[in-house]
Nanobody
Framework: VQLQACGGGLVQAGGSLRLSCAASGNIFSYNPMGWYRQAPGKQRELVANIFSDGTTTYADSVKGRFTFSRDNAKNLVYLQMNSLKPEDTAVYYC?????????WGKGTQVTVSS
C-alpha cells in the first residue's frame, strides 16, 4: 500500500486548502482511510476518517470546517479545509487500514498564519 499526500502550504487564517492523498489499489479496500496531523511538540492526532460505506467522522476541533471526500475512479481522497486557524498548523498525514494493518504516507505541511 502506497500513499502520497500533497496540497499543503502556507495560508492566512480564515483561508482554505485542499489536501489530496493518492492511494495505490482500490480505495474501497481500505477501511477506513484517515487524515491525521501532528503539530510540533504534540502527538499525532486523528482529524477525520472515511469508511468504505462513505461514512465520515471528524475530530471536534475541525467539525464544520473540514470535509473528507473521495474520488473512487481516481483512487484519491481529499481533505477540504476551510476557515483555517493557526492551531491547524501541522504536518498532515494520510493513513489507510487494510487487513488490520495501518499504512502511512509521507506528510504534507500546513501552516496557517495569524
Amino acid at each position: 500500500v502506497q500513499l502520497q499526500a500533497c496540497g499543503g502550504g502556507l495560508v492566512q487564517a480564515g483561508g482554505s486548502l485542499r489536501l489530496s492523498c493518492a492511494a495505490s489499489g482500490n480505495i474501497f479496500s481500505y477501511n477506513p482511510m484517515g487524515w491525521y496531523r501532528q503539530a510540533p511538540g504534540k502527538q499525532r492526532e486523528l482529524v477525520a476518517n472515511i469508511f468504505s460505506d462513505g461514512t465520515t467522522t471528524y475530530a471536534d476541533s475541525v467539525k464544520g470546517r473540514f470535509t473528507f471526500s473521495r474520488d473512487n475512479a481516481k483512487n484519491l481522497v481529499y481533505l477540504q479545509m476551510n476557515s483555517l486557524k493557526p492551531e491547524d498548523t501541522a504536518v498532515y498525514y494520510c493513513k489507510a487500514r487494510l487487513n488490520y494493518m495501518d499504512y502511512w504516507g509521507k506528510g504534507t505541511q500546513v501552516t496557517v498564519s495569524s
